[in-house]
């Protein structure tokens, strides 16, 4: 028997984990730390919510079907501040607005691939790309990283067939965190030009990267849109993950074919949170400098309070962005501890099992924590929890 597409697939990991929850009572002296989800939990900025509404009652057009590849003004302020960014050049041509940076994905996806077809992705791999590849019928091929989780072009160069149609990156990386660095990613693109595939690289978190200015070179090549697919989220920017706003820099031609998605699936982008995606690029830079210092200063306290956990056999594998990355030091699987995890010290979080193939041991030892909605004190209660684990009960 056939199987549907979905049926293809797991089940989404984050409900999956939500579901762990049920029947879970957490006593008032220790309620819940949910560090399951990369997502801000407090709304946007108040300025930003008074022009959404804004919007909502005087824009009677923000209510109807917009342009399928999205707000012309929105994409291109984004164009524009791309091409300063990263000293590159391109134009609102360039650029599809979509719905959230997964529908990017899954966009560049069919435009690439047709059944059978491969995708080489970084293990652990951030799940919906994988999901997505499963019930698009191609496969994923893991491209299994380093100690420092980083990928290796010489072995990526080894794992390409002739069905192979792109290599996708995440960067700075979920799950693990980790920043790859512009050599790096200059290696993948000359690697994928070399082989006439896509190089796709999901920037969602490129503004809480550590470095300043741009984490590499890829859009000063005057050739750049013959091989790169960049993706890129409002959502975690400017908090506004519940209004679906993501983009697409890409060859003129691919956005074309990427309109005949966009039309099918939503036909397009929800309008008033492009239009607050807009306000938000104009108006809030140094809102969102403050916002980025802030996950910068919550990264350092995970560095300084983690030897509290290192004495005890954890190991800090990958910090960066929203993500912190780790091996824990028990018997049993990541899969098994983490529901513990929520019965006995009020924490959800998701496993390693998660984000590596089945058949990969070292998802078993792995654990990724999404850090970014913890305070320092926050950061520290977590810490004394997750010392206080007893994997044996």
């Known amino acids: 028997m056939t199987l549907s597409r979905t049926a293809t697939t797991f089940a989404p990991p984050v409900m999956e984990a939500r579901r762990w929850l049920e029947d879970v009572s957490f006593p008032e002296d220790r309620p819940l730390m949910n560090v399951s989800q990369a997502a801000p939990v407090d709304p946007p900025p108040d300025a930003l919510r008074q022009v959404m509404a804004d919007v909502a009652l005087g824009r009677d057009d923000a209510h109807l079907y917009g342009p399928v590849l999205g707000l012309p003004q929105l994409r291109e302020e984004l164009a524009a501040q791309t091409a300063t960014h990263y000293n590159g050049s391109l134009s609102a041509g360039h650029v599809a607005i979509t719905s959230g940076c997964n529908q990017a994905f899954a966009a560049a996806i069919a435009t690439l691939c047709a ?12 799940f919906n790309h994988k999901m997505w590849l499963d019930m698009s019928g191609v496969k994923s091929v893991p491209l299994k990283t380093g100690a420092d989780l980083l990928p290796d072009p010489e072995v990526a160069a080894e794992l390409i067939t002739p ?6 990156l995440v960067s700075p990386n979920n799950p693990a965190g980790v920043e790859y660095p512009a050599e790096l990613l200059r290696a993948f693109f000359d690697l994928a030009r070399s082989q006439g ?3 796709i690289l ?13 984490p590499h070179d890829l859009f000063e090549d005057p050739a750049w849109q013959d091989t790169l697919i960049h993706l890129y989220s409002f959502s975690k920017a400017y908090r506004l993950t519940g209004h679906r706003v993501g983009a697409m820099v890409a060859a003129p031609a691919r956005l074309a074919e990427v309109e005949k998605f966009l ?26 400098a403050g916002e980025r210092a802030e996950v910068l200063s919550r990264r350092a306290a995970i560095t300084a309070g983690f030897p509290k956990l290192a004495d005890q056999g954890w190991a800090l594998l990958g910090l960066g962005a929203y993500f912190a990355y780790m091996a824990h030091p028990f018997a049993i699987s990541s899969a098994e501890l983490a529901p513990k995890l929520v ?8 496993p390693g099992t998660m984000f590596c193939p089945a058949d990969d041991p070292d998802g078993r030892s792995q654990m990724r924590i999404a850090f970014a909605n913890l305070d320092a004190t926050g950061i520290a ?11 044996a009960r």
Do not use: K
């Not at 939503?266 to 995606?277: D, E, N, S």
């Open 163 to 168: 069905r192979t149609r792109a290599i996708a």
């Open 197 to 199: 595939i896509a190089l």
């Open 343 to 350: 019965r006995q010290q009020s924490i959800l979080s998701l």
């Open 381 to 391: 209660t977590l810490f004394e929890r997750l010392s206080q684990v007893d994997a």
């Open 115 to 126: 059944e059978g077809d491969e995708v080489i992705l970084p293990t652990p791999w951030y």
């Open 202 to 214: 999901d920037e969602t978190y490129r503004d809480f990267h550590a470095q300043s200015g741009a």
């Open 263 to 288: 039309d099918t699936v939503a036909i397009c982008p929800g309008q008033i949170g492009q239009h607050a995606a807009l306000w938000g690029m104009q108006n809030l830079r140094d809102w969102l």
